[in-house]
């Protein structure tokens, strides 16, 4: 949340993205719904969007949907990558693996393993530490690599697979691979909490991010106004399972509130707001975040029964809106378990 003031006009006016922002979308959203659809030859050209294209945005959407596809054809198509001299190709292709069904990335990765350059096989050891345990007899081989780099390197990735938790069947574990999946049947039921309405963001890992928050904190769903331009890999996959919608103004976001019983709080400073700590909250809050710089349109905070601020007490003068929407969330959270208990 910015700690910028309202700004006069109503901001009804939500800015197109620009040219090369507009492309980048059109190919995340094809990306998504060849997934979706299964369309033939899907996961070639999703390896191709996940490996060589540059925004954020639609690369994001080919690494969720590649794990969607048939493991043993996407590995095949990545490991030319892992194996590749392009710095930029490995990367992208050892971020990417342990994403995947770990028994058959080991599987099509052990013939090709002492073959490799060295730098695949630097990448191949960040790959499988990150795989881990079903990954250590790989890592235990190249503990002998002729390269004593590589032999460290393995060592290095054997003590981290050994320090970990162990893991368990549940996926939603944030640090189990792979994550972000979809319910393979529907969602659980979502009890009604709290919504959470996002004006207009300019910077898609924000929006991501306050995805991935409103889902931990049990949110009923997010409402996206005006761009919806979001960074996928940030929500975690948790958008899979929140419904995440999108209002093309401010008029059918609050009448959409009011058919679903919501009343709104803003955050956005100015003189009729409160500190999040001292707030009586409605029983049923829409929590409504504005753009980075110009912070909420005055139709939203006419509209609001409770106005937020968070005060700031460093010497930097406002808070990340993602960050600052967290906050707000598990300030709801704590005043409906105080009321609770009395």
């Not at 994403?99 to 960040?126: F, T, Y």
């Not at 290095?156 to 979809?182: I, T």
């Not at 769903?221 to 999108?246: A, C, H, M, N, Q």
Request: glycine share 6%; with cysteine.
């Amino acid at each position: 949340m910015t700690q910028r003031k309202p700004q006069v006009s109503d901001l009804g006016c939500i800015p197109d993205l620009n040219s090369e922002e507009q492309a980048a979308y059109e190919v995340g959203l094809a990306v998504r719904a060849d997934a979706e659809a299964r369309a033939p030859g899907w996961v070639a050209r999703t390896v191709d969007v996940a490996l060589n294209t540059n925004h954020g945005f639609p690369r994001g959407e080919a690494r969720i949907a590649l794990q969607l596809g048939p493991a043993e054809e996407v590995v095949a198509a990545l490991l030319p990558a892992l194996l590749s001299a392009n710095k930029r190709m490995r990367r992208r292709s050892m971020t990417l693996l342990p994403r995947l069904d770990p028994d058959e990335v080991c599987r099509q990765l052990d013939p090709v393993l002492e073959s490799g350059e060295r730098n695949s096989r630097r990448a191949a050891c960040v790959a499988l530490a990150a795989i881990g345990a079903p990954a250590s007899a790989l890592l235990e081989r190249l503990t002998d690599d002729p390269d004593g780099a590589i032999r460290n390197r393995a060592r290095r990735a054997l003590d981290a697979v050994a320090a970990r938790p162990p893991d368990n069947d549940n996926r939603n574990l944030s640090y189990v691979r792979p994550f972000g999946l979809p319910y393979r049947d529907a969602p659980p039921p979502r009890p009604e909490s709290f919504a959470v309405a996002a004006f207009n963001f300019s910077y898609g890992v924000n929006l991501g991010t306050l995805v991935r928050s409103a889902e931990a904190a049990g949110a009923e769903s997010v409402w996206i106004i005006g761009r919806d331009f979001y960074y996928r890999p940030s929500t975690k996959g948790t958008d899979w399972w929140l419904p995440v919608e999108t209002f093309d103004s401010v008029n059918d976001c609050l009448a959409r509130a009011v058919e679903e019983g919501f009343e709104v709080v803003a955050l956005q400073q100015g003189s009729k707001a409160q500190p999040v700590w001292e707030a009586e909250w409605p029983q049923r809050p829409l929590i409504v975040a504005g753009n980075e710089g110009d912070g909420l349109p005055s139709s939203f905070v006419d509209a609001a029964v409770l106005q937020l601020e968070l005060p700031v007490f460093g010497q930097i003068d406002s808070l990340n809106v993602a960050v600052a929407t967290s906050v707000a969330m598990y300030a709801f959270r704590g005043w409906q378990a105080r009321q609770q208990r009395t």
